[in-house]
């Protein structure tokens, strides 16, 4: 099939390129659109039904009108001169928040965006209205609630005009304004990265070109990867959309970022791959037609690319299993993107090479000669030379990189900036109130028949949680519209991010809450501390189901492409090795070094699958070379390092662009461990596990490796006997 598919490719390449460059614009075109209606607004979307935050969301939006898009920002309001609000200063500032309150807010557009027909208008009124006031009287806190997802760039832009306008309102009156919550640090955060952002991406291209320009010295295979990949990865992410929307599914509003970056990556790694087999077999075949090459090759190395592929799609597609939403999103859309770029690279990077044919590597000269044995010939014959050496200095690096996970711990903050403008107003208004003031906690409660309540009923409880350590206020308990439900806020001293705040709502709030609810009511603690604190349960548990499944499946796919028990076990532990001293080294450098709470509560889950699954790609690309150099007659230890010698300028080349990829993501607000940790990850897989670890245990065990299958020979008595084996198909 895989033969037949690159074949058709190689026979009609300019109708293949042509069918993809017509899917990649029209699909990357539609992206946005599609993405934005199934984009998920707040991380509580994604948690199970049977959770208590989950289910105090339900109350707040059944019997208080609470949007479920909704976000709030806090709009902090003092005069300029720093004395304290007068009534008169009071009424000022509720006539211009009932202003504010009548006024439609259009969603800027700027000439270079997209036709408007592309885009999600998030244009909309906001419902304004005044919160609380200072103690001493030095502030006045309005509640700003806007609707769509923090993270979408549109609510963005509606948040910044509404700042803007309510500053210019305000400074007219005599009084200066801040904004804090999340909505207001998104947008701080994307303001002050924005130049990170812009000058990562462009260095991730520099990179990838410059990386391609040095080994090919070509234009077209410096050029050509980026171009591919852009086609597919349009393609991909406006398939992913469109079937979220077809399904229902809800996506986290990091997902196309992710895709974007998971796609570039393994798409020029896969085009790498090609391009290198590619070139060597022009050289060794001087006198053959490229077409013909080009098909050959494919066929080939589309059997290692497809086995790869489809380590990730297990590996991913196992987060179907999970619990908590947004991992249970996540799993099936890259997967989706991850079949689209393997149907890519088995269509149009071969059609590429077709057409392309010899000038793909013009104006070089390479193929005209064989290159000099290099670092790569070095590397192989070291590796194979001394084996047992090699494979226990990695070891014992790898060893004490992993002692780094005694004593980790799971962050479970969102890691928001502490520089920022919308950090500076919290700590202000943390100055004279409690620190949950611009985001509490909320007790929402019906009767049990949903008949009607009486807030007066609560009022027990609400003493109750006031006496609650660590919490520093209590609201009132306020009925809602319909009279079915009642809601208590409840301000925690400390930070709703923070680990104290989710201790103090899995623990003491909520066991208040049981004790002293009044008979025949039933009550849940919900707020942004409350969602997080069952999200730390939620992964949990995911993560003893999702592990062992993804380990077992990325295990059978290595059993049905390599036909041997022995090489998937030696891979699926030299992965797991790279895993845990990638985990540790981001626990040494972030917990430990840094005085971080602890690794973000995402990263052990999230560098599991792309270590496990992307590392195995280079694993299966060394491997898959060692197997058929086994096959020619000779030393097994001789064929470990021919092909290194082959194999290693493709992994370390694609290694390089894929770890350079992941560290594009350091320049996202909150997104540093994960960029830290997904970059070492894939750079000990491809440097170290692939190039060293792997051929060491091959040229340990010889053609032993392949028990209990021989690839090429058996040795007797120091001789290798040829045994002629057919070459695998797809």
Same mark, same amino acid.
């Given at each position: 099939?895989?033969r ?5 490719s190689?026979?009609h390449?300019?109708?293949?390129i042509a069918?993809?460059?017509v899917?990649?614009v029209?699909l990357?075109?539609?992206s946005p659109?599609?993405?934005a209606?199934?984009?998920? /607004?707040?991380?509580?979307?994604f948690l ?15 019997h ?5 898009d ?8 003092a005069?300029a ?7 008169a ?6 006539a ?7 006024q439609r807010v259009?969603m ?9 027909f ?7 009124t ?7 006031v200072?103690?001493?009287g030095?502030?006045?806190?309005l509640?700003v609630e806007l ?6 760039e549109?609510?963005q832009?509606?948040y910044?005009t509404f ?6 309102r ?6 200066r304004?801040?904004f #804090? ?6 947008a701080d ?9 812009a000058?990562?991406?462009a260095?991730v291209?520099g990179?990838i ?11 077209l295979a410096a050029v050509l990867?980026l171009l591919a990949?852009a086609?597919?990865?349009?393609a991909?992410?406006?398939?992913v ?8 599914l809800? &996506?986290d ?5 992710l895709?974007?970056v ?5 798409g ?14 022009l ?15 494919s066929?080939?190395?589309g059997?290692?690319?497809?086995s790869?592929?489809l =380590? ?10 999970a ?5 249970r999103?996540?799993g ?5 993107a991850v079949l ?16 392309c ?11 005209r *000669? ?16 001394r ?8 070891v ?14 799971m ?7 502490s520089?920022?403008?919308a ?6 208004i943390?100055r004279?109130?409690?620190v ?6 909320t007790?929402y ?7 009607p ?7 027990g409880l609400a003493? +109750? ?5 660590g ?7 306020? $009925?809602s519209p319909?009279?079915?439900?009642v809601?208590i806020?409840? %301000?925690p ?5 923070? #680990?104290?705040?989710r201790?103090?709502? +899995?623990?003491?709030?909520?066991a208040?809450?049981a ?10 603690v919900?707020? #942004?501390?409350?969602v %997080? ?6 992964v949990d548990?995911?993560l ?6 993804a380990?077992?499946l990325i295990?059978?796919?290595?059993? &049905?492409l390599?036909? /041997?028990l ?6 699926l ?5 790279g895993?845990?001293a =990638?985990?540790?080294s981001?626990?040494?450098v972030?917990?430990?070094l840094l005085?971080?709470p602890?690794v973000?509560?995402t990263?052990p889950?999230?560098?599991? &699958?792309f270590?496990?699954?992307?590392g195995t790609d280079?694993n299966?690309?060394? #491997?898959?070379?060692i *197997?058929?150099?086994?096959r ?5 230890r ?14 370390? =080349? ?11 993501l350091a320049? =996202?607000? $909150? ?12 750079l ?23 028990w209990p299958?021989?690839p090429g020979?058996?040795? *007797?008595?120091?001789?290798?006997v040829?045994q ?7």
């Open positions: 099939m895989i037949a598919l690159t074949g058709f190689t026979r390449a300019w109708k293949v069918v993809w460059a899917l990649g029209a990357a075109g539609l659109v599609l993405f209606r199934v984009t998920g /607004s707040s991380t509580g979307d199970p039904a049977r959770y208590d935050s989950a289910a105090a969301l339900r109350i707040a939006e059944d208080f009108g609470l949007r479920p909704a976000t709030t920002v806090t709009v902090l309001v005069r001169d720093g004395a304290a609000l007068t009534d200063d009071r009424q000022r500032i509720d211009e928040a009932a202003g504010l309150a009548r259009v800027p557009r700027g000439e270079d965006d997209l036709p408007s592309l885009v999600t208008d998030r244009s909309q906001p419902k304004v209205a005044p919160a609380m200072a103690p001493d030095g502030f006045e806190l509640a609707a769509g997802n923090a993270a979408d549109g609510v832009d509606v910044r700042r803007d306008s309510a500053r210019e305000f400074a007219a009156a005599g009084m304004t801040g #804090t919550g999340g909505l207001a640090e998104a955060s994307a303001d002050a990265n924005r130049t990170a952002a000058v990562g991406s260095l291209v990179l070109v410059l990386l391609n320009v040095l080994v090919f010295r070509s234009v990867p990949v086609l597919v990865g349009g991909a992410g406006g398939a959309a469109g079937l979220a929307e077809l399904t229902g809800r &996506l509003a990091s997902t196309p970022g895709i974007s998971v796609l570039l990556g393994i020029v790694d896969y085009l790498l791959f090609l391009l290198f087999r590619y070139r060597e077999v050289r060794a075949r001087p006198d053959a037609p490229a077409r013909t090459v080009a098909a050959e090759v066929g080939r190395v059997t290692a690319i497809t790869a592929a =380590t990730i799609v297990a590996a991913f597609a196992t987060l179907g299993l619990g908590f939403g947004q991992f999103s996540l099936p859309a890259i997967a989706v689209v770029m393997l149907l890519g690279s088995l269509t149009l990077m071969p059609a590429l090479l077709a057409a044919g010899r000038g793909m590597f013009w104006p070089s000269r390479t193929l *000669r064989e290159p000099r044995p290099g670092v790569a010939a070095r590397l192989g014959e070291r590796v194979a030379r084996p047992a050496a090699a494979l226990l200095a990695s014992a690096l790898l060893g004490a990189l992993a002692a780094g996970l005694v004593g980790i711990r962050d479970y903050g969102l890691g928001g900036s520089g920022t403008p950090a500076a107003t919290a700590a202000e943390s004279s109130l409690p949950g003031v611009s985001d509490p906690v007790v409660a019906t009767a049990e028949g949903g008949g309540v009486d807030p007066a009923a609560f009022a003493r +109750s949680l006031g006496a609650v350590a919490v520093g206020q209590v609201a009132d308990p306020v $009925g319909d009279g079915r439900a809601r806020d409840v %301000y001293t400390a930070d709703p991010q923070s #680990t104290q705040a201790a103090l709502v +899995s623990g003491p709030l909520r208040a809450v004790a002293h609810s009044p008979a025949g009511a039933g009550a849940h919900g707020g #942004t501390a409350a %997080y604190a069952d999200v730390a349960d939620a548990r995911d003893l189901v999702v592990f062992p499944v380990a077992a295990a059978l796919i290595l059993l &049905l390599l036909r /041997s022995l090489a998937p076990v030696a891979l532990l030299s992965v797991g090795l895993f845990a =990638t985990l540790g981001a626990a040494l972030f917990q430990h005085d971080r602890g973000a509560f990263l889950l999230v560098l599991f &699958l270590v496990v699954a992307l280079y299966i690309l060394i #491997t898959d070379r *197997r058929e150099e086994m020619r007659p000779g030393p097994a001789a064929a470990v390092a021919r092909a290194v010698r082959h194999t290693a300028p493709a992994v370390a =080349t694609a290694g390089l662009v894929l770890g350079g990829s992941f560290a594009s320049t =996202t607000p $909150g997104s540093e461990q994960i960029a830290f940790a997904l970059t070492l990850g894939i000990l897989s491809a440097l170290l596990l692939s190039l060293v670890v792997v051929p060491a245990v091959a040229a340990l065990l010889g053609r032993s490796l392949w299958l021989r020979g058996a040795e *007797r008595g120091g001789a290798v040829p002629p084996e057919r070459l695998p198909t797809a």
